[in-house]
């Protein structure tokens, strides 16, 4: 950039953000590994010890938990284990198990059950058919930026970076006891929806809650002043949201994702507010590479946000820690950052991880027993 750009503008003052993890989790039968609507009683018994860290889902076999906002990823790592620590001890104690997949390795025939909300009833009334298996799990990060303006202009330029963090944390290969081909169904499941998956780029805030408004006035989105796309100036919170990603087995992969996206947020927010816009790539080639990024996860190829061709993903994973290694040295963040991509090179994604397990035990049956597993330790229970 000139040294003639316009002046920096306000809400990112140098000082480094406060991150933020919301990890959703399915409640399964430890003999029959189905999931099981045990939802409401495993969040009362787990807010005994945690308060309103844990909260009930969308569908009831489902849980979530969240942290308050850390400074390091070493308080981080210790509000996520607290928390999934509580989970993992409250199912337990209502006789099911905590299991962190993007979709449900195994499930009854028909439409999960679903809690009783007047949004969840309208997001029924509106999409019908489409909510039958929207049980998904996902794992959200808030970065700290409260001036919307500014988020809106530095997801402009994150916009293109959304196929290859699908990519890293694909975890959802199973539907219903079905191999699905994809690394991510979560993100398939996502994108039938016309208001789920990247946002539309907009050149200010006025405009992104113009194009929410003509959305939700099509009936194609519940409300515009709580979108759900990829990425979004969060409506209560003053951060910016990152909602891409499959939830993670691994929590320290997940702590890596956290601090790899604060490093690309200041990086980001940094260049906009530098005068930089950031390159306007059409909505149907964002969408068309995060399809590619949730059918082959880590091992495909991705969108390569400078050109627009297809790369490995690993090198594309090399361009982004180049891009913000400063953001990453300056928080302390590069090891988290290369421990993951060492973890994926050597493990392969969260959907490899359970094919291998299919492959080598009893099926999905098996596959479930190792995420419960996987989750457990990363709560720091015992298996």
Known sequence: MSDSAP??????????????VEEEFFLVDPRTRLIVPAGPAVVARAAREVGDLVTKEFALCQVEGRT????????????????????????RAEGVRLCA????????????????????????????????????????????????????????????????LIALTANSP?????????????????????CLGPPPYAASWREHQRLAETIADTEAMLDANTPFWDLRPNPRL??????????????????????????????CAARAQRGDPGRAWEGEVVRAACWRAARDGWSGAGFDPATGRSRPVGELADQLVALVRPALDEAGDLGEVTGLFSRLAALGDGAARQRSWAAGGAGPSAVVDRLVLATARGGGAPG
Not at 7 to 20: F, H, N, V
Not at 174 to 182: A, E, I, Q, S, V
Request: a neutral charge.
């Open 101 to 164: 997949s993007g979709t449900a390795v195994l499930q009854e025939a028909g439409p999960a059950q679903v809690a009783d909300h007047p949004r969840y009833e309208a997001g029924r009334q509106q999409y019908r058919s489409m909510m039958d298996d929207f049980a998904i799990s996902a794992l959200h990060v808030h970065v700290h930026l409260p001036d919307r303006e500014l988020a809106v202009l530095t997801a402009n330029h994150l916009r293109p970076w959304l196929p290859l």
């Open 174 to 194: 199973h539907h219903r006891g079905t191999d699905t081909g994809y690394a991510s169904w979560r993100a398939v499941i996502r994108s039938r929806f016309p």
């Open 7 to 20: 002046a920096p503008r306000p809400g990112l003052d140098g000082r480094i953000p406060t991150i933020g």
């Open 68 to 91: 308050p906002p850390c400074r390091s990823a070493g308080e981080l790592r210790g509000e996520l284990e607290r928390v999934r620590g509580a989970l993992v001890a409250a199912a």
């Open 238 to 267: 003053p951060t910016l949201e990152i909602r891409a990603m499959d939830v993670m087995q691994d929590l320290d992969d997940t702590v890596a994702v956290a601090v790899l996206l604060r490093a690309l947020v200041r990086t």
